[in-house]
């Protein structure tokens, strides 16, 4: 009788399972679902941009010399007219009153007569050509073909780099020591290594471009002047008044340079670069620094030319800034040249440059500072599609789940383009169907039961 009863009792129970099974079984699937249409298909991409601004300029030397001051450091917002970069040009406006004096000399003795004006223009002459041979023997000695400047400017480096070793050893030994024996030698030690210093930064100097310009301007100018000499001596031989004129449109030349005044910033602004520190010798509009105006601020990027392809002027782009804050830009430019360049991986890209106007860009950042840019555009218009993820393998190839009568039904799709996790369906689906958007997270198959 037990044993009946324990044979009844497990029927009992695997009934109850089987009904508990096929109520699970049956029991549908919540997932969620888009409905199929057609759209614009959108390609979303981030670049990063620096900001830029539309107006800025460089501020150049007037007249060659030395920097005495720098009064204001990169980023300070200055007044128009202020002193940025002090020049002492004293020893160029000596040369300027020089030449005229010389000039003076040289219309005087055009005026006179006789044996005594040829003689003062004889003793022009001969310290003109002096000095020009000094400047073309110095010019060959620096930049001619045996020129050493490189040379001496390696040799300088090894100096100071010699003296600067020097001086940090002895540094790390001596320093704190009362013995003055070690002092005296850590004196001499750092004396030295500011001479070597000194003398490098002299032979870069002489070097550079700047200098190599100035002795060039230098020759050029007594060779100007022997000419406009030569020019006076035929004057005097001939009777003739011509190069007295010549010298005064001269002397008015010079005159103009040694009326040029100080630099000064040329608007209210903000100190973008410095381009030159205490003791740097510059030369005639070499550049000091650079000011910009804070009014007008835009974004600049480089962008892959796949991307630039998709741009026009006019697109809209949203900016965000370091601060979390986001601010809108409007495509004002999109150069059409495109230049290689290697990305981070060391992969060559070409890169065409975007330049976007912000609206209160300027109350945020300033130049130089990074937002990401990111721009949506759109690659094809009109086009059926559906999202990335409601894609599954087929039989054939790629299918989805459409939902039909509460059931998941497997339709084998053709795709076409995709960009920014949606993708064009070509053929298999129709508008207004209704696709599984989450087929992988919901485990579902061909048949179950959905809602």
């Avoid at 044993?3 to 109520?23: E, N, Q």
């Avoid at 004293?90 to 040369?95: F, G, I, Y």
């Avoid at 998709?310 to 230049?339: C, M, N, Q, W, Y």
């Avoid at 009109?382 to 299918?399: E, H, R, T, Y």
Wanted: with cysteine.
């Amino acid at each position: 009788m037990k044993k009946r009863v324990k044979i009844i009792a497990g029927a009992v129970l695997l009934g109850v399972l089987a009904v508990a099974g096929l109520v699970v079984l049956l029991m549908p699937v919540r997932v969620e679902t888009e409905t199929v249409q057609k759209a614009d298909l959108l390609d979303t991409f981030t670049v990063s941009a620096t900001v830029t601004p539309k107006d800025s300029q460089y501020v150049c030397a007037p007249l060659s010399g030395t920097v005495s001051e720098v009064a204001a450091k990169e980023g300070e917002t200055v007044e128009q007219g202020a002193k940025i970069v002090v020049l002492d040009d004293s020893q160029t406006r000596d040369e300027l009153n020089r030449q005229i004096e010389s000039l003076k000399a040289q219309k005087t003795s055009a005026q006179s007569e006789g044996s005594s004006t040829k003689a003062q223009l004889s003793v022009s002459r001969q310290q003109l050509e002096s000095q020009l041979k000094q400047a073309q023997l110095t010019y060959r000695q620096l930049y001619g073909e045996e020129g050493h400047a490189e040379q001496l400017y390696r040799v300088a480096s090894e100096n100071f780099d010699t003296a600067n070793v020097a001086y940090w050893k002895a540094f790390d030994e001596y320093d704190g020591s009362k013995d003055p024996a070690k002092q005296s030698v850590l004196s001499s030690l750092e004396g030295a290594r500011a001479a070597a210093e000194q003398a490098l930064v002299e032979a870069d100097n002489n070097r550079s471009e700047s200098t190599k310009s100035y002795y060039e301007s230098l020759i050029a100018s007594y060779e100007s002047q022997l000419s406009l000499l030569d020019g006076s001596v035929k004057a005097v031989n001939t009777g003739t008044s011509a190069s007295g004129q010549q010298i005064d449109l001269q002397m008015q030349q010079v005159q103009e340079e040694l009326d040029k005044t100080a630099p000064t910033s040329p608007t209210d602004g903000v100190v973008w670069e410095i381009l030159v520190k205490n003791g740097d010798y510059v030369t005639q509009n070499q550049p000091l620094y650079r000011i910009y105006n804070t009014d007008q601020m835009t974004l600049e990027a480089d962008v892959l030319d796949t991307q630039a392809a998709l741009l026009k002027e006019g697109d809209i782009a949203t900016a965000e800034l370091a601060d979390g804050s986001e601010l809108t830009g409007t495509v004002s430019f999109l150069s059409p040249v495109s230049t290689q360049e290697l990305s981070v991986l060391g992969i060559e890209e070409n890169r065409s440059k975007v330049i976007l106007d912000v609206d209160g860009l300027s109350e945020k950042m300033g130049a130089g500072h990074q937002a990401d840019l990111t721009f949506s555009v759109v690659r094809k218009e009109d086009v059926l599609q559906i999202p990335s993820s409601a894609i599954v393998p087929g039989d054939n190839g790629d299918a989805v789940y459409v939902k039909a009568g509460g059931k998941a039904v497997l339709k084998e799709v053709e795709l076409g383009e995709q960009s920014g996790g949606r993708s064009e369906v070509i053929s298999g689906l129709e508008e207004g169907d209704q696709v599984v958007t989450n087929p992988y997270d919901t485990g579902i198959k061909k048949g179950t039961h959905i809602k």
